[in-house]
């Protein structure tokens, strides 16, 4: 599905952001890029939908080469949900707002009318089609940049970010909409910097530093190489911290979500009770 | 990008010249090119401008404004010459005809003209690439008594240029990702193209002049007197220098 070879990347001032990346993500997997600021995280992203051009090397999105595809074209395979949502809300309607990529790509309007209803459904907008963007919460607006991503029909979708300045609940709606629509079979790539949303919902995990990948694996992997975490300023997440200070002790396994560590805890206190009764 | 006017840090003479040494100085040009009244002293003007932009350093940044304040001449020139009957006719634009006659008074005028608005002009970008933003508002409140707000508006306006242009880019990379494509020749469908960024960058922009209020309202602003962390005094350059300038302005008064 994404397939990156020996990626390069400079800006025009000489930096360079990206070194040598080979990264292959197949179809239907969750992948979540962490790392520290500055790491290129986002020209990573950026250069996926062909934002930008790779300096060197190649990537491929279904086939198509990014340097020789314009990126109005790759938005048909491949949608992106930017930080602010207000870099692209410009409409009067959400309808209108949810209805622009579908209008660019040259869909026909009884098709439109009913892929923007679809759209606005999964994120929980359908009742707010007719509202202004701008009247909306932070959150609202956040859910209508993923309504305008989500009615292009993608296959893959990359989230740069999704959940940044907003509250959690509001995140973890975004979080459980993208989780419902990786179960649909949608490949997804995201960038955050939420340990605990990365232990709960990604299933491969790739840490970028300086440019390189230092770890790729599977998030159970990736999340206890504690060292390679640190050196990004990143912390696993507090469930797998507790589970590693019960172990110490010889109590239960590698944990890494707080269900995960609740199951633990439960089945515990069940045989410690069935043993009382006994 | 466009060719940006901002200030060049380099260490040469003319950088370190006080600010209203440089102020008088764009005077000085003013007064002189209208002092003349033949194309070939302007023109004097005009290289002296160019050899300051040279010894500063900062030749290469002011080319393209120097460049398009030509190109703008030439237009003067062409909207000028024909329209000159006086004197003697010299040639005419479409040989063996009697259209576009050029007169030697016409031809002399609307070099003068030309001449005179890029040597007077290109001392504004020289100025602001020589002189820190800071300094400037400095001089221009302190010695010059414009009030502290007007001076703050001018530098804030000059200062997010850059921002916004970082805001237009990240709007535009939004939009392409939706499929949005901004090439097209056709100059109606341009303004309706422009749009979707229009509107992001307006509300982003009132968003950030909001928060820049408020935050500037926190620390103080507009509280009181102000004082200045910075002195900037006149030294014996800026004597020198102007001396040498009033000299040309009243030799150029007198002897022309």
Redesign the interface.
């Known amino acids: 599905m994404i397939r990156i070879n020996n990626l390069c990347y400079r800006y025009r001032n000489g930096n360079s952001v990206l070194k040598n990346l080979n990264i292959n993500i197949k179809s239907g997997e969750f992948a979540a890029i962490i790392g520290q600021n500055g790491a290129g995280k986002t020209t990573l992203l ?1 250069n996926l ?1 062909g ?1 930008l051009k790779p300096t060197e090397g190649q990537v491929l999105i279904c086939g198509l080469d990014t340097s020789k595809t ?3 074209v790759l ?2 395979k491949i ?2 949900l ?1 930080q ?1 949502p ?5 409409c009067s309607t959400v309808f209108d707002e949810i209805a ?2 579908l209008k ?2 040259g869909i026909s309007p009884n098709e439109i009318e009913s892929m923007v209803y679809n759209a606005a459904k999964k994120v929980g907008l359908e009742s707010y089609l007719k509202n202004d963007p ?1 009247s909306l919460s932070k959150g609202q607006r956040q859910r209508v940049a993923l309504a ?2 989500l009615a ?1 029909e993608t296959d893959i979708l990359v989230l740069d970010e999704p959940t940044t300045g907003q509250d959690y609940n509001e995140g973890l709606e975004i979080m459980e909409i993208v989780k419902e629509l990786n179960a649909q079979g949608k490949t997804i790539v995201m960038v955050t910097h939420d340990m605990e949303l990365v232990a709960k919902y990604a299933k491969r995990v790739i840490i970028l530093m300086k440019g390189t990948v230092i770890e790729d694996g599977t998030t159970e992997e990736v999340l206890s190489k504690e060292e390679s975490l640190a050196q990004s300023n990143l912390k696993p997440p507090q469930a797998y911290l507790l589970a590693k200070k019960f172990q110490k002790q010889g109590f239960f396994r590698n944990t890494y979500t707080v269900e995960d560590m609740f199951e633990e805890i439960i089945s515990y206190l069940r045989g410690e009770q069935n043993a009382c009764n006994d | 990008m466009p060719a940006m006017i901002e200030y060049i840090q380099k260490d040469s003479f003319f950088h370190r010249l006080h600010p209203i040494t440089k102020i008088l100085w764009t005077f000085g040009v003013l007064i002189i090119s209208f002092l003349f009244s033949t194309p070939l002293p302007i023109f004097i003007i005009l290289l002296s401008n160019i050899l300051i932009a040279v010894a500063s350093g900062i030749f290469k940044q002011v080319f393209p404004a120097i460049k398009a304040l030509f190109l703008f001449s030439l237009l003067l020139i062409v909207f000028q010459i024909f329209f000159v009957t006086e004197g003697n006719t010299l040639f005419y634009a479409i040989p063996f005809t009697n259209i576009g006659r050029v007169t030697d008074v016409g031809l002399n005028l609307s070099l003068v003209m030309s001449f005179r608005m890029v040597a007077t002009v290109s001392t504004i970008p020289i100025l602001m690439m020589t002189t820190p933003m800071t300094d400037m508002v400095v001089v221009l409140v302190e010695k010059l008594k414009i009030p502290f707000k007007f001076a703050f508006m001018f530098i804030t306006a000059l200062r997010f240029i850059p921002t916004l242009l970082g ?1 237009i880019e ?2 535009m ?9 901004s090439d097209t020749r056709n100059p109606f469908k341009k303004i309706i193209i422009i ?2 960024l ?3 960058l307006l ?2 922009s009132i ?1 950030k002049t909001e928060k820049m209020a408020i935050s500037m309202e926190a620390r103080g602003f507009a509280s009181g007197p102000r004082s200045y962390y910075k002195k900037i005094m006149m030294k014996k350059e800026d004597y020198a220098s102007l001396f040498v300038l009033i000299s040309v302005i009243f030799i150029t008064a007198i002897v022309f």
Request: charged content about 15%; glycine content about 6%.
């Open positions: 950026k939908n934002l314009k990126t109005s938005a048909k949608g992106f930017f602010n207000d870099h692209q809300i410009f622009f990529g660019n790509t701008f305008s991503v292009m | 805001e990240q709007i990379q939004a939009q392409m990702s939706r499929g949005y494509n749009i979707p229009a509107i992001p509300v982003s968003k």
